[in-house]
């Protein structure tokens, strides 16, 4: 059984980029997936919040890569991964740098990122918030900036089970049930404090609400090895661009 994004629904709409698809929660609930808005070019709220980065950029669960494919366009050194290989193939043609992988494994220049993404919902990776949180501060610098996105005016902490479905048929599961959470912005900001960050900054913009956050961290706990390149260095992007001799393919590194 598959990874629960490599699901085949989620990897043929991102081909087409047309929905609908949704996350079923086990009590019949459903999320709608903007399948088309994250397929599309970046918009005038993704554009406001790339403002804000800072340094080499991380976009964790890039899906089909239109923030970090804008980053390049920009000249700036930016990185996506997913464990979707669509979403990998679809950024790379995109124009943008990715890697297949989830944000719980080994990542290039582990330490050395000066901004991370948490986009479109990816504050809910791993339905364990104060765990994910702990992940981002490890990727960073000291005094990082983490740039998430929240459920909009609402105070939710939910941690729930998960599956995609296609909504010609949402009570079909599709793929393996998975760990998501939902959180508003109080609900993050109590767990980033809990977790050493401190806030950057809470906007809203376009239907939609974010928070920035502030990696303070002395690190002395993080594990990475002392050859991990830099990731404003070349040679983290051009180590992917050589894995990928055909813009048809994705960038994979499982």
């Known amino acids: 059984m598959g990874t629960p994004w490599s699901a085949d629904p989620y990897s043929d709409a991102l081909v087409t980029g047309r929905g609908p698809l949704f996350l079923r929660r086990t009590d019949g609930w459903l999320l709608p997936l903007e399948v088309e808005r994250w397929c599309a070019r970046a918009d005038a709220v993704d554009l406001a919040v790339l403002g804000h980065c800072e340094g080499a950029v991380l976009d964790v669960g890039c899906g089909p890569g239109r923030l970090v494919a804008e980053l390049a366009a920009r000249g700036r050194t930016a990185l996506g991964i997913d464990v979707s290989e669509a979403a990998v193939a679809h950024t790379v043609r995109f124009g943008g740098q990715a890697l ?115 990696n303070r961290s002395d690190r002395r706990d993080r594990s990475r090895s002392s050859a991990a390149e830099p990731p404003n260095s070349t040679a983290v992007i051009s180590s992917q661009r050589a894995r990928n001799p055909s813009p048809e393919r994705p960038v994979a590194d499982r």
């Open 100 to 214: 297949r992988r989830s944000v719980f494994e080994p990542l290039p220049g582990e330490g050395r990122w000066g901004t991370a993404l948490l986009l479109d919902g990816n504050v809910g990776i791993g339905g364990d918030p104060a765990a994910l949180l702990r992940r981002m501060s490890q990727l960073l610098v000291r005094g990082g900036l983490l740039v998430a996105e929240t459920l909009l005016d609402v105070d939710v902490d939910e941690r729930v089970s998960v599956r995609i479905v296609r909504a010609a048929d949402p009570r079909s599961a599709v793929g393996p049930a998975f760990p998501w959470a939902r959180l508003g912005s109080p609900a993050l900001l109590r767990y980033a404090e809990r977790a050493g960050w401190r806030p950057d900054g809470q906007w809203t913009a376009g239907g939609r609400s974010f928070v920035a956050l502030r």
